[in-house]
């Protein structure tokens, strides 16, 4: 089975910038969305940043900050961030979704705590 392998999580001061990373374990076909989610403790997982084909698309809560990109020689997916901020404290994941399997991918997760 593959699997997705998040990377790039951490501690960060309000205002600063981290780059979270995406890599499959194996060959994923046919996918058709690249996607960054978030959770906290007791809540939903929140989609953040969407990616199908070039078209990027992000949550209001991240527009101007985030930003989604992929480098398709690496086959990593990336999340940019910047001008973090307290409320962006999560654990992110990535998930990928292959239109010809129906299969959703995810990771592990990656902690990014925004803390002084």
């Known amino acids: ?3 997705l392998v998040e990377s790039g999580g951490g501690l960060v001061q309000p ?16 996918i058709v969305y690249r996607e960054w ?3 906290t403790p007791g809540t939903e997982r929140e989609l953040v940043a969407s ?5 990027a698309k992000y949550a209001d809560s991240v527009k101007g900050r985030f930003t989604i990109s992929r480098d398709n020689a ?6 940019q961030m910047n001008s973090l901020k307290p409320e962006d404290t999560a ?10 399997s129906g299969t959703n991918y995810w990771g592990q ?5 925004v803390s002084p």
Not at 51 to 55: E, I, K, Q, V
Not at 74 to 79: E, H
Not at 109 to 113: A, I
């Open 1 to 3: 089975q593959v699997q």
């Open 15 to 30: 205002g600063g910038s981290l780059r979270l990373s995406c890599v499959p374990s194996g060959v994923i076909f046919d």
């Open 37 to 39: 989610y978030r959770q």
């Open 51 to 55: 990616m199908a084909g070039d078209t």
């Open 74 to 79: 690496k086959d990593t997916l990336y999340l």
């Open 91 to 100: 654990v992110y994941y990535c998930r990928y979704h292959s239109w010809s």
């Open 109 to 113: 997760g990656t902690q990014v705590t």
